[in-house]
């Protein structure tokens, strides 16, 4: 099922710019009207280019299908969309669907907040766990039961200047960056971009600031590359590989010290050094390219350096979930399980923001490969580093941000990493033994 034939990838990205201030207010943007209609209430918090692309692939749905109205509300994106998320299904008075991060799955209140996913209604709607990346449809399962359905992965990737590549002599033949297999060869490439950029920084991403999460993302990718685990395997108990844990943060440690980074940068600052060419490499998640394209940088795209063995990279995903209601009526519920399977078999639209389609049958889609540079690091969708299933862990959560505090001094040199490391742990420990604010019993 594609969108009709006045809405394209292209122009996806043109229209619907009152989202931006819609989004600011947290208002409705109501898709259709009318007293014969179904009516389907839609909250998610997504903004910029995000926003824009949903806002448009919402309205290709409303034209082929004016007997349903999608009334799509924005509300801000973090702790307060969760909050509020949270207080609408406790209430029993809920939207009919919303977007959520897949790492928060486990912390929300499964059951009391949110409703298990009618597999039948699923696969009416011609959608099946086969269609699905594994690892992902997995991870939308709480104790056997499916809470969540996927849509895409966010992956950590690296973003390179193709000119500022070019002149290092790192690009391949086909234009694209070489990849590297292990630290020796990231390092021998970042030194050479260095030496071309007149020995500036060559590398950049968020290492400080306040509430930075810039060093966990950086520091899960690699961690996760040699198989290390952050919990034992029923996420009780702190289970960190401290040699591997530490061999990691020590590579992050000589980013800084060598000059490969610069460990003063925040988020807007790393993004608008790499946009302004004054920096070869970012890493960062997929969700920049629009803006990057849009500002004329020349870049292109590649999975998260390799380093530590395997290919795995930091990521969360974006899924639909039911927030709880006390009476959901049937019929509203076959419109709603239609929506969702129109927004996931056309992911490939969604793609263009830059994230990667958890609905496999996307990846294989002529359009969605013909997506540059969003479709050259597809393949990590079997190699996604997702967070442990805990309450505390996920997009905007505690953990991200207590990591992130631990080890941004180790890349600035204040540090040791032993001792970020055994901040780390601290944290973790402090995180296990609180109280889940989302408790599983029934209040």
Same mark, same amino acid.
């Given at each position: 099922?594609?969108?009709?034939?006045?809405?394209?990838?292209?122009?996806?990205?043109?229209?619907?710019?009152?989202?931006?201030?819609?989004?600011?207010?947290?208002?409705?943007?109501?898709?259709?009207?009318?007293?014969?209609?179904?009516?389907?209430?839609?909250?998610?918090?997504?903004?910029?280019?995000?926003?824009?692309?949903?806002?448009?692939?919402?309205?290709?749905?409303?034209?082929?299908?004016?007997?349903?109205?999608?009334?799509?509300?924005?509300?801000?994106?973090?702790?307060?969309?969760?909050?509020?998320?949270?207080?609408?299904?406790?209430?029993?008075?809920?939207?009919?669907?919303?977007?959520?991060?897949?790492?928060?799955?486990?912390?929300?209140?499964?059951?009391?907040?949110?409703?298990?996913?009618?597999?039948?209604?699923?696969?009416?709607?011609?959608?099946?766990?086969?269609?699905?990346?594994?690892?992902?449809?997995?991870?939308?399962?709480?104790?056997?039961?499916?809470?969540?359905?996927?849509?895409?992965?966010?992956?950590?990737?690296?973003?390179?200047?193709?000119?500022?590549?070019?002149?290092?002599?790192?690009?391949?033949?086909?234009?694209?960056?070489?990849?590297?297999?292990?630290?020796?060869?990231?390092?021998?490439?970042?030194?050479?971009?260095?030496?071309?950029?007149?020995?500036?920084?060559?590398?950049?991403?968020?290492?400080?600031?306040?509430?930075?999460?810039?060093?966990?993302?950086?520091?899960?990718?690699?961690?996760?590359?040699?198989?290390?685990?952050?919990?034992?395997?029923?996420?009780?108990?702190?289970?960190?590989?401290?040699?591997?844990?530490?061999?990691?943060?020590?590579?992050?440690?000589?980013?800084?010290?060598?000059?490969?980074?610069?460990?003063?940068?925040?988020?807007? $600052? %790393?993004?608008?050094?790499?946009?302004? =060419? #004054? &920096?070869?490499?970012?890493?960062? *998640?997929?969700?920049? !390219?629009?803006?990057?394209?849009?500002?004329?940088?020349?870049?292109?795209?590649?999975?998260?350096?390799?380093?530590?063995?395997?290919?795995?990279?930091?990521?969360?995903?974006?899924?639909?979930?039911?927030?709880?209601?006390?009476?959901?009526?049937?019929?509203?519920?076959?419109?709603?399980?239609?929506?969702?399977?129109?927004?996931?078999?056309?992911?490939?639209?969604?793609?263009?923001?830059?994230?990667?389609?958890?609905?496999?049958?996307?990846?294989?889609?002529?359009?969605?490969?013909?997506?540059?540079?969003?479709?050259?690091?597809?393949?990590?969708?079997?190699?996604?580093?997702?967070?442990?299933?805990?309450?505390?862990?996920?997009? $905007? %959560?505690?953990?991200?941000?207590?990591? =992130? #505090? &631990?080890?941004?001094?180790?890349? *600035?040199?204040?540090? !040791?990493?032993?001792?970020?490391?055994?901040?780390?742990?601290?944290?973790?420990?402090?995180?296990?033994?609180?109280?889940?604010?989302?408790?599983?019993?029934?209040?």
């Amino acid at each position: 099922m594609h969108g009709p034939p006045d809405i394209t990838r292209r122009r996806l990205l043109a229209g619907s710019l009152a989202l931006v201030g819609a989004a600011a207010t947290g208002c409705a943007l109501p898709v259709g009207l009318g007293s014969s209609q179904t009516r389907v209430q839609y909250w998610h918090f997504l903004g910029a280019s995000d926003g824009i692309v949903m806002n448009a692939m919402v309205r290709a749905f409303a034209k082929e299908n004016p007997e349903i109205f999608v009334e799509e509300n924005v509300l801000a994106w973090g702790e307060p969309y969760y909050t509020k998320v949270a207080m609408a299904g406790s209430g029993g008075r809920s939207p009919d669907l919303a977007t959520f991060h897949l790492a928060r799955l486990a912390g929300i209140g499964a059951g009391r907040i949110l409703d298990p996913i009618d597999v039948t209604l699923l696969e009416e709607a011609g959608l099946r766990a086969a269609d699905f990346s594994p690892p992902i449809w997995e991870r939308a399962h709480l104790d056997g039961v499916l809470y969540a359905i996927p849509f895409d992965a966010h992956p950590m990737v690296l973003y390179y200047n193709t000119d500022l590549c070019a002149k290092a002599g790192l690009l391949g033949p086909d234009g694209k960056l070489t990849p590297t297999t292990n630290a020796d060869e990231l390092l021998a490439q970042l030194t050479k971009a260095k030496e071309a950029m007149g020995g500036a920084p060559p590398l950049t991403f968020d290492a400080l600031g306040l509430g930075t999460v810039g060093p966990w993302r950086v520091w899960w990718s690699l961690y996760a590359q040699s198989g290390g685990a952050l919990l034992s395997p029923d996420n009780t108990k702190v289970a960190i590989d401290d040699a591997k844990a530490l061999d990691a943060l020590r590579l992050m440690r000589r980013l800084g010290e060598e000059e490969l980074c610069d460990p003063r940068t925040d988020y807007g $600052a %790393s993004v608008a050094k790499f946009t302004n =060419g #004054e &920096a070869a490499f970012l890493w960062n *998640g997929d969700w920049e !390219t629009t803006g990057l394209k849009e500002r004329g940088t020349p870049f292109g795209m590649t999975r998260f350096p390799a380093v530590f063995g395997s290919g795995a990279a930091q990521a969360d995903c974006h899924a639909f979930v039911l927030p709880h209601q006390r009476d959901r009526d049937p019929e509203v519920a076959r419109a709603t399980y239609r929506f969702i399977a129109y927004l996931v078999k056309n992911s490939a639209d969604w793609a263009v923001a830059g994230h990667v389609p958890a609905y496999l049958p996307a990846l294989e889609e002529p359009e969605y490969l013909a997506l540059q540079p969003q479709s050259e690091y597809r393949s990590v969708i079997d190699e996604v580093a997702l967070d442990p299933q805990v309450w505390f862990a996920g997009s $905007a %959560s505690r953990m991200w941000i207590e990591f =992130g #505090e &631990a080890f941004s001094p180790i890349i *600035g040199g204040s540090r !040791t990493p032993e001792e970020g490391l055994a901040a780390a742990k601290a944290a973790l420990e402090r995180l296990l033994s609180a109280p889940n604010p989302f408790p599983d019993e029934e209040r």
